[in-house]
């Protein structure tokens, strides 16, 4: 059974750091890794998609990069501002299936 | 904003009572899923179809049911609502090809309580 692991948990960073969160799963036969965004007590938002044969996707500050040999992927915002604070989640298909992360806890301080 | 709806958004229910939970899309994807969130578990698929009266149980099936007659819309079906059901429940969508059709998108969510 795939395991997908983030890490850490929760991050406060001060307003303009740049940061990477991680995701990690076991199995490496998947076709794609997603990453979401979600805010308190909405549904998620897709932020990027990469599938198995590429190695990194870009949307304005976001970049998510992809190995998958080690089982690892990255995603990295820049220049994080408060209205970044949400939690993201990472989930990798495999099959017919999704397997989610539990989350990375995100607070930028103003 | 991908076209997915949950319908209902907040239900109260008594232990013991049938309910029935609805997602309807308007994007014609073929992959309709049902997902739990649950505090410390995160995301777990519960069931998932991949076509017209074609489904398949996800990783936390038991105690639920789900139909699909319309593409547009997956029903998810607690026969039997248990406090352990009680969680917010929502429905994505997705393709399997190429290109930005393999993204999962999901609807605003259903909380459900049981008491």
């Known amino acids: 059974k795939q395991e997908v692991t983030q890490i850490p948990a929760a991050l406060s960073v001060p307003e303009g750091e740049n940061l990477v969160l991680n995701c990690s799963f076991t199995?490496?036969?998947?076709?794609?890794l997603q990453w979401f965004r979600q805010d308190p007590g909405k549904g998620l938002t897709s932020l990027l998609l990469?599938?198995?044969?590429?190695r990194e996707q870009t949307s304005g500050r976001l970049n998510a990069s992809l190995d998958k040999s080690s089982g690892r992927s990255t995603l990295y915002i820049a220049a994080s501002q408060p209205g970044d604070s949400a939690t993201y989640l990472c989930?990798?298909?495999?099959?017919?299936?999704?397997?989610f992360g539990t989350g990375t806890s995100l607070t930028v301080i103003p | 904003d991908a076209g997915i709806t949950q319908s209902p958004r907040h239900k109260v229910t008594e232990t013991g009572t049938p309910v029935t939970l609805r997602c309807h899309q308007t994007?014609?994807?073929?992959?309709m899923y049902w997902y739990r969130q649950d505090p410390g578990h995160g995301l777990r698929l519960i069931h998932y179809?991949?076509?017209?009266?074609?489904?398949d149980k996800g990783e936390v099936s038991d105690g639920y049911s789900v139909s699909r007659s319309k593409t547009e819309d997956f029903l998810l079906t607690l026969e039997s609502a248990t406090s352990s059901q009680t969680s917010v429940y929502f429905c994505?969508?997705?393709?399997?090809?190429?290109?930005?059709?393999?993204?999962?998108?999901f609807g605003p969510g259903t909380r459900l309580t049981v008491t």
């Open positions: 994505a969508i997705s393709e399997l090809g190429q290109g930005r059709l393999d993204e999962q998108y």
């Open positions: 199995d490496s036969a998947i076709y794609n």
């Open positions: 990469i599938q198995s044969s590429q």
């Open positions: 989930a990798v298909r495999t099959g017919n299936q999704f397997y």
């Open positions: 994007e014609n994807h073929r992959y």
């Open positions: 179809s991949y076509g017209v009266k074609d489904t």
